[in-house]
């Protein structure tokens, strides 16, 4: 290897911390708290009932979350982002995730329709509208089993208990299919205080990308973000935000992942995620 190609060639990213879905993280050797995010080419929906291969996609989706973090750093928000180190892979400070989905709502689209069928699609809420929902897999919270994974939390801030919710059931004629002592969600009580900061970092986040948005003639109308804390206890925008993360509409037609949740061509698909990296690429 002559010294151009040492220069050029990606940092060698260290062990393998842990695989999801659509990413694999890595420590970053020779940094004691910073990982490498990669994004892979898997697809997937309806917690991965549906799965696809896009060769494309990591690319589309790592410049996606980049540009995305980029914008929301420019605006003073808390972001795990560091900087792009390749074509799939942007490095973060290591992060302990905390088990939240937290969805912000300009308009009512995809499953607020089914918890509120009474609400036409494309509702506006001109206060935005956030959920927190507790991000869980196989059914099962801590040896609890559940009803449906990712269900929608109900309570009071502070309170003692934490009531799980069916996200695709009408909310009206249910009633929480468990409810949990705060303290089997919480790691501490002490967390209570971060679901304020949690609420307002996400509604910013979405008013900053909604300006984003309107400036390319899309309008965003619901993003969902997930947070972590640094080696030093802060609060931060965690996770990727990509065409996964949020709804777009461009003339009334969704840009975003709904198409592949509809069951749309492949070919179409990876049209938009293109389409939204390259528009995102002017935020
Ligand atoms: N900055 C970060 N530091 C540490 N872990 C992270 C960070 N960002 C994301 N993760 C974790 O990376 C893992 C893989 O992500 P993903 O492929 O989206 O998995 P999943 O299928 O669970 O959504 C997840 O467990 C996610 O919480
Ligand atoms: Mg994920």
């Known amino acids: 290897m002559n010294a151009n190609t040492a220069t050029a060639a990606p940092r060698p990213p260290g062990a393998l911390l842990a695989e999801g879905k659509t990413k694999r993280i890595y420590r970053l050797a020779g940094s004691a708290d910073l990982v490498a995010l990669v994004a892979k080419d898997d697809i997937t929906a309806g917690d991965g009932a549906k799965h696809d291969i896009i060769p494309e996609k990591g690319a589309l989706a790592n410049r996606t979350t980049c540009n995305v973090f980029r914008a929301l750093k420019a605006a003073g928000l808390p972001v795990a982002f560091e900087r792009q180190d390749g074509p799939t892979s942007f490095i973060a400070p290591g992060c302990t995730m905390l088990p939240y989905e937290v969805v912000t709502r300009r308009q009512a689209h995809g499953s607020y329709l089914k918890r509120h069928p009474e609400i ?160 995102t690429d002017r935020f």
């Not at 959920?131 to 009071?156: C, I, R, S």
């Not at 909310?171 to 790691?187: E, I, R």
């Not at 619901?222 to 996964?244: C, H, Q, S, Y």
């Open 120 to 279: 036409a699609k494309g509702h506006v809420f001109a206060k935005l509208l956030v959920e927190f929902y507790l991000k869980t897999k196989d059914k099962n919270w801590k040896g609890k089993p559940l009803l449906a994974d990712d269900p929608l939390m109900e309570f009071v801030e502070g309170g003692a208990e934490i009531k799980l919710l069916n996200p695709a059931k009408p909310l009206l004629s249910q009633t929480p299919f468990l409810v949990l002592p705060a303290s089997d969600v919480l790691c501490s009580n002490d967390e209570w205080k971060i679901f304020p900061e949690m609420r307002r970092i996400a509604c910013e986040a979405f008013v900053v990308l909604e300006q984003a948005w309107q400036r390319q003639g899309g309008t965003l109308v619901d993003l969902k973000v997930e947070f972590g804390t640094d080696a030093k206890g802060r609060l931060l925008l965690a996770d990727v935000i990509d065409n996964d993360s949020w709804r777009v509409l461009e003339d009334g037609v969704y840009i975003d992942k709904q198409v592949y949740r509809d069951g749309g061509a492949l070919n179409d698909v990876v049209a938009n995620y293109r389409r939204v990296a390259d528009l």
